[in-house]
């Protein structure tokens, strides 16, 4: 694994964390708190997933997921945030999830398990008629971050709806949290049928 983010401490963390906690199977190989040496230690290191903090200084995020890119055009990267602002538009620029910032690393550890995991396994098929139009539009909402109560909001319904739409898609992914929809999300090309026009 490869950590882009701005907080030394933060990365040292993880470096410290995801070994113990995998028995060794997740180890971070590198890590910069510089946007435009994502890139170069892509190619250096050969990780399997990246995370980028999309709280990094200019260049900014946007330009690290586009260099990891050219380097490896399909390698997982996985966004690293305390808010929902900005991450549709990392999405849709071709991350395959999005992490929440916890205020520990070791807090962060058990989501981010689960969403290397999610990244790392074959791509699944795009998704079908086995999701309905209700469940694809919680997904895509769910990929941006929101909150059950966020949701509610968008689709008009009570947070108990929203709660139990949400188990039921985890369910059809085969996904055991949210952040492992959300890891999903953008390699299941969720928000390649956003930007053509399908509807949610």
Known sequence: MLIVDQQPLFRRGLEE????????????????????????????????????????????????????????????????????????????????GVLLRTRSPAGLVPS???????????????????????????????AGGASTAQIARALHVSERTVKRLTAGLLRTLGVANRTEAAALAGRAGLLDERRSGSPP
């Open 112 to 142: 981010l398990l689960a969403a290397t995991g999610a990244a790392t396994r074959p791509a699944p098929q795009r998704t079908g008629p086995q999701l309905t139009g209700k469940e694809r539009h919680v997904w895509t909402l769910i």
């Open 17 to 96: 964390a995801l070994p113990a906690a995998s028995d060794g199977g997740v180890r971070v190989v590198a890590g910069t708190d510089r946007a435009d040496s994502a890139a170069m230690l892509v190619r250096r290191h050969q990780p399997d997933v990246v995370i980028v903090d999309l709280e990094l200084d200019t260049p900014g995020p946007l330009a690290a997921l586009a260099a990891i890119r050219r380097a490896q055009p399909r390698l997982p990267v996985l966004a690293l945030t305390r808010h929902v602002q900005g991450v549709l538009e990392f999405l849709g620029a071709g991350a395959s």
